[in-house]
């Protein structure tokens, strides 16, 4: 196992060793090159807890590393049986709350998913060291699940913020074997992608020994697979499949990531816009971070960063207009060829694109022949296109002469756009066109979930196809409260009562969900639950045209880069609770907790639910099957974006507006209430 700390060691032992034999222990194992200012607080600390720490026994931990976050915690303090979490602002005058969210933060971490620390009381402590007050007076707030909340303390004060906690949560609680506790987090796919580009492993951000070896063996397989294209001078494409939650989004980053440190190119990309400039920022806001800490006296600029991040995360749609613009037009007789004046303005080195690995993420939504060729001739002017999305991307990389692999992520459900493709497509493209081809094929792959039916014969039509297990993500990952929140949210919008009632009383406890008519008591609430950083906002339908009275207008699009990332003083933030976010905006992304605000598009009708669309001035009755089934898939993403709860708020809606009959509204509140959820 890799130590996840720098020091570690008995108090006793530590008051007895010498101040330059721990700093050089904590110095020798950091990865960074120490700046005097690291040292220097090091040594603070060292001196601080040495002059207070001589009347206590337990154990101390200096770096404790804390994976989800990409952080490291400065000091562990393990006293009566309690975990003390200490956070050093060294020389600092003031609390600032942003170190407050902070060091809570890492306690909440710790409480959620360090295996040892489930049960104990964990307290988060920072000390600001040259403040003129301190917290230590006040009210202690303990939370259920034993997190206080952070102690505010100096230097000075520190020893008695320990004494005065010890004596009133004292515990007989062994804690010998804590720092070597199996941690076991479940990140966001924004945290996760975050570690993996700050050089943690798969194995270090997920949540159980069984999903980091599921997350390990898949990546491993795929990375064989590129390694021998490379070394035969080949043309592979994966297909991974896997559980709702598994991690194939982090698979495929991990791939490319992995393959960008190596200097292989490679590109993830996907249709998902929003998903795409969130994480592009994101990582760019942690490049600039990590830059400045390892050189505190240079300004990083945000622009470079943001510019490596985009070299190997892409939009899928972007990546394929670059190939579009090679071509020669109009396009004669249904096949494409390359303009070698055109290819000039691009790359010196030949026809084909510059990453020799692709991955391609929800690869099942590449479009149809037809949805693609329609989209280019409205938008790009160009006619008579011949191929699907699919065999456009394999023409792309089968341009290379070399070698070449694609890696297309598959998942199943939540369907929520026209003119998709499915796997079958990439599958006819590779036997009609691309015979030469390796094609390595998860062996769930023919599951209802994923494929139609003509999916076995294509695969039996191929003779280098290779089906294995390797490709398949078995473990979910996603919720770490309530591993039956999808079943629940299934039933539900099913309609099957009994089941959904059932799932809910083994979920409420440790993931609650809420529901109100009133969405200023849904914003409260909301307000109340969160702890730290953690995160929330308000979700709505994209056809949910008729809250504009509660001041929401889904015309009115957020800035997902924003409301995803930026804090409460940003009035673009989702904890604003000003802008609303679809289906569209939140498609494979998380909150902590979230404010579902359900209007007429979706409503209970004598038993069943009824789908309806605001046009012009009224509700129109939609009746095609697809359509129906995009709308309910809509409310299945909105209804499992939330990691730790969630409120459900149905207007009362307006006797006096016909668009907003109450009767829209209250038989699917009833429904509500009849499977068991609380009222607020």
């Keep these: 196992?890799?130590?996840?700390?720098?020091?570690?060691?008995?108090?006793?032992?530590?008051?007895?060793?010498?101040?330059?034999?721990?700093?050089?222990?904590?110095?020798?194992e950091s990865p960074f090159d120490i700046t005097d200012l690291q040292r220097n607080a090091w040594c603070e600390e060292i001196d601080i807890l040495k002059k207070i720490l001589h009347q206590k026994s337990g154990e101390i931990i200096f770096e404790y590393s804390i994976p989800r976050l990409g952080k490291r915690v400065d000091v562990v303090l393990l006293i009566d049986g309690i975990v003390f979490v200490l956070e050093f602002k060294v020389g600092s005058k003031e609390f600032a709350k942003q170190d407050a969210e902070q060091v809570w933060d890492y306690a909440l971490d710790l409480k959620n998913f360090h295996e040892a620390s489930h049960e104990l009381m964990i307290v988060p402590i920072l000390i600001a060291t040259q403040a003129k007050e301190a917290s230590v007076t006040q009210q202690l707030s303990v939370y259920s699940d034993q997190v206080l909340e952070p102690v505010l303390t100096n230097t000075d004060y520190l020893l008695d913020v320990l004494d005065k906690i010890s004596s009133k949560y004292k515990t007989d609680n062994c804690l010998c074997e804590w720092k070597n506790s199996r941690y076991m987090p479940t990140p966001t796919i924004i945290q996760a992608a975050s570690s993996l580009y700050?050089?943690?492993?798969?194995?270090?951000?997920?949540?159980?020994?069984?999903?980091?070896?599921?997350?390990?063996?898949?990546?491993?397989?795929?990375?064989q697979v590129i390694e021998h294209a490379y070394q035969n001078k080949e043309k592979s494409i994966c297909f991974v499949t896997g559980v709702p939650g598994a991690g194939k989004t982090l698979v495929g980053l991990n791939i490319a990531v992995q393959q960008f440190k190596k200097e292989n190119l490679a590109v993830y990309l996907s249709g998902n816009q929003p998903l795409v400039d969130v994480l592009t920022e994101a990582l760019a806001r942690d490049k600039k971070r990590q830059e400045e800490l390892k050189n505190p006296s240079k300004r990083y600029n945000i622009t470079?960063?943001?510019?490596?991040?985009?070299?190997?995360?892409?939009?899928?749609?972007?990546?394929?207009?670059?190939?579009?613009?090679?071509?020669?037009?109009?396009?004669?007789?249904?096949?494409?060829?390359?303009?070698?004046?055109?290819?000039?303005?691009?790359?010196?080195?030949?026809?084909?694109?510059?990453?020799?690995?692709?991955?391609f993420d929800e690869a099942q939504r590449a479009w149809t022949q037809q949805q693609l060729a329609n989209w280019l001739s409205r938008k790009k002017n160009i006619s008579n296109f011949p191929m699907s999305e699919p065999e456009f991307l394999i023409w792309s990389l089968d341009l290379r002469e070399d070698w070449a692999v694609i890696v297309c992520l598959v998942g199943g459900g939540q369907e929520i756009n026209t003119g998709e493709a499915g796997i079958s497509e990439w599958l006819r493209a590779i036997n009609a066109s691309f015979?030469?081809?390796?094609?390595?094929?998860?062996?769930?792959?023919?599951?209802?979930?994923?494929?139609?039916?003509?999916?076995?014969?294509?695969?039996?039509?191929?003779?280098?196809?290779?089906?294995?297990?390797?490709?398949?993500?078995?473990?979910?990952?996603?919720?770490?409260?309530?591993e039956q929140l999808s079943g629940f949210i299934h039933e539900l919008l099913e309609g099957n009562v009994e089941e959904a009632k059932n799932l809910l009383t083994l979920i409420k406890n440790k993931y609650p969900i809420v529901l109100t008519r009133s969405l200023d008591k849904a914003k409260k609430w909301l307000k109340s639950q969160k702890r730290g950083t953690e995160r929330y906002g308000m979700l709505v339908s994209s056809q949910a045209q008729r809250l504009r009275p509660l001041s929401i207008d889904v015309r009115c699009k957020p800035d997902t880069v924003h409301w995803f990332l930026d804090d409460i003083t940003d009035i673009r933030s989702s904890l604003f609770l000003e802008d609303a976010a679809s289906e569209f905006?939140?498609?494979?992304?998380?909150?902590?907790?979230?404010?579902?605000?359900?209007?007429?598009?979706?409503?209970?009708?004598?038993?069943?639910?009824?789908?309806?669309?605001?046009?012009?001035?009224?509700?129109?009755?939609?009746?095609?099957?697809?359509?129906?089934?995009?709308?309910?898939?809509?409310?299945?993403?909105?209804?499992?974006?939330?990691?730790?709860?969630?409120?459900?708020?149905?207007?009362?809606?307006?006797?006096e507006d016909a668009t907003r009959n109450p009767a829209y509204y209250d038989e699917t509140y009833n429904y509500f209430k009849s499977l068991g959820i609380d009222e607020i």
């Design 1 to 28: 196992m890799t130590k996840r700390y720098f020091y570690s060691n008995s108090i006793e032992n530590f008051i007895a060793s010498s101040s330059d034999e721990i700093l050089g222990i904590i110095a020798k």
């Design 198 to 223: 700050l050089n943690h492993s798969v194995e270090d951000i997920t949540r159980t020994e069984a999903s980091g070896e599921s997350l390990k063996q898949t990546s491993d397989f795929v990375m």
């Design 304 to 359: 470079e960063a943001r510019r490596n991040v985009k070299s190997f995360i892409q939009i899928v749609h972007h990546y394929r207009n670059t190939s579009l613009n090679k071509i020669k037009y109009p396009i004669q007789n249904g096949v494409l060829e390359i303009d070698p004046q055109k290819v000039k303005k691009y790359q010196d080195d030949g026809y084909s694109e510059v990453e020799h690995v692709a991955i």
């Design 435 to 482: 015979p030469n081809w390796n094609v390595f094929i998860s062996d769930k792959l023919t599951g209802k979930e994923y494929a139609e039916g003509e999916l076995k014969g294509l695969l039996e039509a191929n003779k280098k196809t290779h089906l294995t297990s390797n490709l398949h993500l078995s473990v979910s990952m996603r919720s770490f409260r309530a």
């Design 585 to 655: 905006d939140v498609q494979g992304l998380e909150l902590d907790w979230t404010c579902i605000v359900w209007d007429g598009d979706l409503r209970r009708e004598n038993g069943q639910w009824g789908n309806y669309s605001f046009t012009g001035n009224k509700w129109q009755n939609i009746r095609a099957p697809e359509r129906k089934a995009f709308q309910i898939n809509a409310y299945r993403v909105l209804l499992t974006r939330a990691r730790q709860g969630m409120v459900i708020c149905i207007p009362e809606g307006n006797p």
